[in-house]
Nanobody, 123 residues
């Protein structure tokens, strides 16, 4: 299984970005996928996760309705639409995936990780 994240960049506060993650290698579409981020000097944290088995989507509290996780199954791609970005959203964003339904808050349970894409929110 391989994941390739893209879409990061520099954006002003209040702006938007859409991250993409191409997931390849699973033999079925019911895998779980998530977005995580790591800011400088901080631990990696969960942003949003989709459960392939339940169809539910988890969002961290700090998202506050600003981000939307979506999937395009035909393209094997997962997106994270980020709106109303804040300076504190600056981080390297990673996508991860798993064949099962790992706890969104336990990063050690997620088996497959992409390389990360840098998001910088600054004026």
């Amino acid at each position: 299984v391989q994941l390739q994240a893209s879409g990061g960049g520099l954006v002003q506060p209040g702006g938007s970005l859409r991250l993409s993650c191409i997931v390849s290698g699973f033999t079925s579409d019911d895998y779980s996928v998530g977005w995580f981020r790591q800011a400088p000097g901080k631990e990696r944290e969960t942003v949003s996760c989709f459960s392939g088995s339940t169809g539910s989507t988890y969002y961290a509290d700090f998202v506050e309705g600003r981000f939307i996780l979506s999937r395009d199954i035909a393209k094997n791609t997962v997106y994270l639409q980020m709106n109303s970005l804040k300076t504190e959203d600056t981080a390297v964003y990673y996508c991860a995936s798993d064949r099962w339904n790992p706890d969104p808050l336990d990063l050690s349970l997620w088996d497959y990780w992409g390389q990360g894409t840098l998001v910088t929110v600054s004026s």
